[in-house]
């Protein structure tokens, strides 16, 4: 199975900007793609965007698109989301998954299970 483990949230201020990293565990990400996701309190996850295996292909939510970037080094196993502009709603538990293609908010079916996530709190 595939695991995820996210890094990089923190406390910024609105306007500022923060760069996630999920990294695989257990098995690699060869030939996956890979989706971040958020979960805020008291509302249900929410697919962020994905990014192809080779990188080329990345699709983003409206509620992001324009701010944050997906992207991803291969030879280091890890993806990234960096987030620019940050606004209060932004503030979530931050997860990572392999997904079924980088427009689908489906986990692949070799994925383990959601791991800790890494918080992000955006203050206003």
């Known amino acids: 199975q595939v695991q995820a483990v996210e890094s990089g949230g923190g406390l910024v201020q609105a306007g500022g900007s923060l760069r996630l990293s999920c990294a695989a565990s257990g098995r690699t990400f060869s030939g996956y793609a890979v989706g971040w996701f958020r979960q805020a309190p008291g509302k249900e996850r929410e697919f962020v965007g994905g990014i192809s295996w080779s990188g080329g292909s990345t699709y983003y939510g409206d509620s992001v698109k324009g701010r944050f970037t997906i992207s991803r080094d291969n030879a280091k196993n890890t993806v990234y989301l960096q987030m620019n502009s940050l606004k209060s709603e932004d503030t979530a538990v931050y997860y990572c998954?392999?997904?079924?293609?980088?427009?689908?908010?489906?986990?692949?079916?070799?994925?383990?299970?959601w791991g800790q996530g890494t918080q992000v709190t955006v203050s206003s």
């Open positions: 998954a392999p997904i079924v293609n980088h427009k689908s908010d489906r986990p692949r079916t070799d994925f383990g299970s």
